[in-house]
Nanobody
Framework: QVQLVESGGGLVQAGGSLRLSCAAS????????MAWYRQAPGKQRELVAR???????TYADSVKGRFTISRDNAKNTVYLQMDTLKPEDTAVYYC????????????????WGQGTLVTVSS
């Protein structure tokens, strides 16, 4: 069973910072792409940031210059540092992993975390 476990969400005032973490279960050998998505109430889920195994990154225009995605391949963990938070950043943030290889050599195309709520007050 492959799992992604997120942590770090919470309530913060506008202008503040939060750091999200997402760790894959211990039976995973490697992950190609890791990403953070978010879904605000009444809106569709959207890509926030993506990082490839080699370190290349992409960001949504709305978070460029404020959010930083990083990963630790040895720990199969991805992070999202969120600075200068705005009320419009309020959403449930989901971790996503694509092309996972398990220690058993099984492959998984895509896995989602359970989501962590980020609330930014004005």
């Amino acid at each position: 069973q492959v799992q992604l476990v997120e942590s770090g969400g919470g309530l913060v005032q506008a202008g503040g910072s939060l750091r999200l973490s997402c760790a894959a279960s211990e039976n995973i050998y490697s992950i190609n792409t890791m990403a953070w998505y978010r879904q605000a109430p009444g809106k569709q889920r959207e890509l926030v940031a993506r990082i490839f195994r080699g370190g290349a990154t992409t960001y949504a225009d709305s978070v460029k210059g404020r959010f930083t995605i990083s990963r630790d391949n040895a720990k199969n963990t991805v992070y999202l540092q969120m600075d200068t938070l705005k009320p419009e950043d309020t959403a449930v943030y989901y971790c996503n992993a694509q092309d996972l290889v398990a220690i058993s050599t099984s492959r998984y195309l895509e896995v989602w975390g359970q989501g962590t709520l980020v609330t930014v007050s004005s």
